[in-house]
């Protein structure tokens, strides 16, 4: 891509991106600092750094790799970016609403893939000049910036650059050198820099990750936010697509009873007739069976009624009968032998065709108890 804005189509709003920075826009440098505890030697590392800044602190971003460390001294790679320059390289990103994971140098993700040990000169070119980067054990320690691409110019400042790398505590004897692809015609140019051949790099896919990171925090905070909105949209879907899934599932279960209740109903209509004969054919027995079923025979509930008297004291002294109810009219000597008849009479297995039912007796003079038990067909 020619510019970063042509690069935010293809992303598709992905979160998971790394910008890596030209050195112009950066400030690098190698460190020598007392060795101290994490906390106190991070701090460390700002405040020095900030002193080569024009900018108020709140305003740069700074961070730092460990190249070496030893018991009273320790030396690191630290880098820092004005945040103002910073939005207006990733303003492409920004417009599209995609704020990088990871802001770091693009020179220290070269040294990281092609140099991970030792120390190692890369040249490549960046803007319209050409970079050069001392890497030592895969981190940054010294960094140029080279006008133009000419290799007789490159063949002059090499040796200068040695010498202040070397000015810097970094030893350069025989160290690895790799050559960016597109500098071919340059290989011959470094010969003598190392005992070996100028080594080709092209570009990285990906480039192996670093620590350094520039994101700065109010950059962070809106990645924090767009990251849980991005949850709850996810959480959003899900839900709206469960839903769907509910309501997809009970609008086949109504399809279902609704076709289930059309074939019950197919089977009714079909079974019309059946069920008509049926239903007359029992209307008629019912109508028949007080003449024909022995259970209305009023000389079989008579004998039924006699056989439920509990005692020779209960007499009965009035029956009728029409064609589904009858009525039993009696005189007890006392009331519990009204009640005990009226209960025997419910129990007998042969006048269960009737429900029975006997209002409060009447105590006569002699304290006889006159009782009426009535029944009704079932």
Known sequence: MASLGETVPLLNGS???VLGLPLSVVLAQRLRLPTSEP????EMVRIQIEKSF????????TDFEVIEQGAEASVVSAVAVHNERLSEIAAPLLAGGIIPKQVTVYAAQRAATHAASGRAFLIYPEDSGLVCAISEQGKIGFTRSLNGADATQLRRDLPQLALSAQLQGIDTSSPAVFLDESLFEMREALEGIS??????????APPATTKLNLLPESWRQRRRELVRIGEWKKRLIWAAAVYAAVL???AVYVIWLRSDLARLKGRIARDAPNTEFIQKTEAKWKALS?????HYYPIEV???LFESLPSADVQITQFNQSARQISVDGEAQSTALAYEFADKVKKNPGLQTFQFEMAAPRILP???AQFRLEGKSR
């Open 15 to 17: 979160t998971e991106v």
């Open 39 to 42: 906390s106190e030697f991070a």
């Open 54 to 61: 024009p900018y108020a602190p709140e305003e740069v971003t």
């Open 195 to 204: 005992k070996d051949r100028a080594g080709l790099i092209a570009v990285e």
């Open 248 to 250: 997809l599932l009970f």
């Open 290 to 294: 007080p003449a024909i079923d022995p």
């Open 302 to 304: 008579l004998q039924h």
């Open 366 to 368: 002699n304290e006889h």
